[in-house]
């Protein structure tokens, strides 16, 4: 399965690890003072961190049917979940450089004769949500191979958000989800009560 070319890279934020930089502190004393408190002039690394990722609980999960009525076990053409994801930052002159890889597996269900899957999954950055540039939705297509029934799909997103400074980063969220239709995100929702 793969991302279609012609998505836009997300301008957004990233979490999930620290990273580290390195600060250099010069100071000028005396040859005696350099000896006494040479302890004081190497190098510190100062640790900041990455924005928070989170899946949300009720787009974790996608069931898609087949065209119908019909919703058992025998209407399903395929279902997905968000199982995982990690990343990294970098914060380079006013930006948050993310890298951020999403891992979904994929389980064909007994109406999907031809083995095609089709689905959209978003991130979102809630801070930004009033601009265009706060949620990029993604395509998935693919299709199982053979006789398979499951499969796992990586992608991998470069993504910028603007910060004033690094320490800004920490305050920032993604969040992580299918793109569901109303009935969709009902037939999660109906789900948990059972």
């Keep these: 399965m793969r991302r279609h070319a ?3 890279l997300i301008r957004l934020i990233t979490s999930i690890r620290h990273i580290v930089r390195p600060v250099r502190t010069a100071l000028a ?23 928070a990722v989170f899946i949300l609980e009720d787009a974790k999960e996608l069931t898609k049917f087949k065209p119908g ?5 025998t209407d399903i053409l395929f279902e997905a979940e968000i199982v995982n994801f990690v990343g990294d930052c970098d914060y380079n002159e006013g930006e948050a450089e993310i890298e951020l890889s999403v891992q979904i597996t994929v389980e064909r269900g007994l109406a999907n004769k031809a083995g095609q899957v089709a689905f959209d999954y978003f991130v979102a950055i809630p801070k930004f949500q009033s601009r265009s540039e706060g949620k990029s939705v993604f395509n998935v297509t693919g299709e199982f191979e053979g006789n398979r029934t499951r499969m796992l799909y990586q992608d991998d997103l470069d993504m910028t958000i603007p910060v004033k400074v690094p320490t800004d980063g920490a ?10 239709t109303p009935e969709e995100l009902k037939f999660n929702r109906s789900r948990k009560l059972r």
């Design 6 to 8: 012609q998505q836009a």
């Design 171 to 180: 305050a920032l969220e993604i969040i992580l989800g299918f793109q569901l």
């Design 29 to 51: 004393v005396s040859v005696l003072g350099l000896l006494v408190a040479a302890c004081g002039l190497f190098e510190k690394d100062i640790v900041y961190k990455c924005p």
């Design 69 to 73: 009525p019909g919703r058992d076990i």
